[in-house]
């Protein structure tokens, strides 16, 4: 980037003073360059032949850039001096992704060489979303030259963000700029109108490939998209990056994320989601650079179960895992301190800082918050040790997020339970009486998804929710038969489990949306992997299912009949 900070103190005392490179430049030199205030240009014009004229001497005699940032009145406000390749202009602020107007400003500046723009003039013309850019060639013996001038584009489907285009001469006829811009705005102010009518938040998923498998990449980016749509976010675009490593600053490569920006300014994008988790510094570094929200994975996913959660209990234990992921994200706004603690011997001097105060007081939230989910979590057990001495068998449905869990409780025990196509729709554990033939009964409970890289965080949480599998006579893993991507499910799922303890656990593979493949798949299917192919939707196959659950809960030697895979 090219922008730099100006003097606010001589902003303030009204003084007209010239920013960039002035090291070494005479007092006449910079009286030359502070005349140039007084010139004024038609709003209708890139820029005045005199100007231009005025722009090129001075360029060609200090050998360096000079540019001028002019208003839509024609008037100048603000006078730049750069090196012989680039300027370094003052810092007017960033506009937001979702602006409609453009700046207001139009940067017109000299070029030594009278080369075309520059990518650096293009960035700053999409960023700081002036009006136009405008490169004057400096001529023989500092006369002007060719104009090369460009302004933005509205979305069109082309990945164009800006429209560059030639003039011979600053003499000639030039366009009327100020009908070009109305004609912009009003274009952006229809674009706009009909995006804001959804009232959805507009994002582009970002993913990096660091171990060259891309299918895996493009899956986890189609899951991405997915816990986007849950979380009512509008995707407008997806990148995916191949690197070899991670970039410790951005994560992506410095000039993806330069596209990204452009990207994000024309579709007026409101925050970017990576599929991979951000450290603290990635993530305020992203932010400054691009001046939107930012998310990765994990705060998609809790921010979705904290939409999700119902119950007391539920919401506590988001809380718990948002915090958690919180705390080594806290950074300090600003330099300042808390107000003084109390006086006296001892008692002077700043106190704590705005960012401990803020850290401590996460900290003893969390801990009150484990404190209370440890009550739940006895309140469970007590729950738990009655069934037990009931000798009443549970059966908890296990499985990755939309495998089908809710829709198979609701087809075999004719309950209610809300069951969405969308990921984690239920996070709030639900139990059923069911009873088998002979006037056997069990309970069987519906718990809440798995994902791939769940978060650490979230999986202690949920910990009080997820007890309930530890008692369970049976587990009836939920799998999404129709997915191309089953298998690396099915390992998400397994992965979870083993960090829990519960690998051990009689397992039976209960493969759902089998309706939608061939016989001949669904045979090979269960050959390969075992286990019972239903659909819990169509109610196909729940006889087996039942028949295979009483004969493992029931019969000697049951733990040897299970499918296990």
Not at 195 to 202: D, I, L, M, P, W
Not at 380 to 398: D, G, L, M, T
Not at 502 to 531: H, T, Y
Request: with cysteine; charged share 30%.
């Amino acid at each position: 980037m090219r922008r730099g900070r100006f003097d606010v103190r001589a902003r303030r005392n009204g003084l007209k003073e010239i920013y960039g490179n002035t090291l070494g430049l005479k007092t006449s030199e910079q009286q030359r360059l502070r005349n140039t205030f007084r010139r004024r240009v038609d709003p209708r014009e890139i820029v005045s032949a005199e100007l231009a004229r005025h722009l090129t001497e001075l360029s060609h005699e200090l050998n360096r850039q000079v540019g001028v940032l002019i208003n839509r009145k024609g008037d100048i406000e603000h006078v730049v001096v750069g090196n012989a390749h680039k300027l370094e202009l003052p810092d007017i602020g960033r506009a937001r992704a979702g602006q409609i107007r453009l700046r207001g400003l139009r940067l017109v500046h000299t070029h030594l060489k009278s080369e075309p723009l520059t990518k650096d003039d293009l960035t700053d013309l999409a960023l700081l979303r002036l009006d136009c850019v405008a490169a004057v060639g400096v001529g023989h013996e500092g006369l002007p030259g060719v104009l090369h001038w460009a302004y933005l584009v509205p979305e069109n489907g082309t990945g164009e963000f800006w429209h560059v285009s030639t003039l011979p001469s600053v003499h000639g006829e030039q366009p009327d700029l100020l009908s070009t811009l109305d004609a912009l705005e009003e274009e952006f102010n229809r674009n706009a109108a009909a995006r804001t009518v959804s009232g959805k938040e507009r994002a582009i998923l970002v993913a990096v490939c660091l171990d060259g498998n891309r299918a895996r990449a493009e899956s986890s980016l189609a899951e991405l998209k997915e816990l986007a749509r849950t979380a009512g976010v509008e995707v407008v675009d997806s990148v995916l990056q191949m690197k070899r490593e991670a970039d410790p600053r951005y994560l992506i490569g410095r000039g993806k994320l330069e596209d990204l920006n452009l990207r994000s300014m024309q579709s007026m994008v409101d925050l970017l989601i990576f599929d991979k988790d951000l450290t603290p510094s990635q993530g305020r570094h992203i932010g400054d650079a691009t001046s939107l929200k930012i998310l990765d994975r994990t705060q998609l996913i809790l921010d979705i179960f904290a939409q999700r959660a119902q119950t007391a209990e539920g919401k506590l234990q988001v809380e718990l895992a948002q915090l958690k992921y919180r705390l080594p994200r806290l950074v300090q706004g600003d330099d300042s301190l808390s107000r003084l603690m109390g006086g006296g011997v001892g008692g002077r001097g700043p106190g704590e800082t705005k960012l401990e105060i803020d850290r401590r007081r996460v900290r003893e939230r969390i801990t009150n918050l484990e404190r209370r989910i440890d009550v739940i979590s006895r309140e469970r057990s007590v729950r738990r040790a009655q069934r037990n001495r009931r000798e009443v068998p549970v059966i908890s449905i296990v499985g990755y997020t939309n495998a089908g869990k809710s829709t198979l409780l609701n087809a075999i025990t004719n309950a209610e339970v809300l069951a969405e196509d969308k990921l984690f729709a239920t996070l709030d554990p639900t139990s059923r009486r069911l009873r088998f033939p002979q006037e056997r009964e069990v309970i069987i409970t519906d718990t809440v998804g798995f994902i791939r890289d769940l978060p650490k965080d979230l999986v202690a949480a949920f910990r009080a929710t997820l007890e309930e599998l530890y008692d369970a006579s049976l587990l009836l893993h939920v799998v999404d038969a129709s997915d191309p991507a089953r298998d690396d499910q099915v390992e998400a799922v397994e992965k979870i489990l083993a960090s829990l303890g519960l690998m051990e656990k009689p397992r039976l593979m209960v493969w759902n949306k089998a309706d939608q493949l061939s016989e001949d798949e669904v045979e090979a299917l269960l050959r390969s992997k075992g286990g019972v192919a239903i659909s819990a939707v169509k109610r196909d196959g729940l006889a087996s299912l039942l028949a295979k659950a009483d004969t493992t809960l029931f019969a000697e030697g049951a733990s040897e009949s299970i499918g296990v895979v």
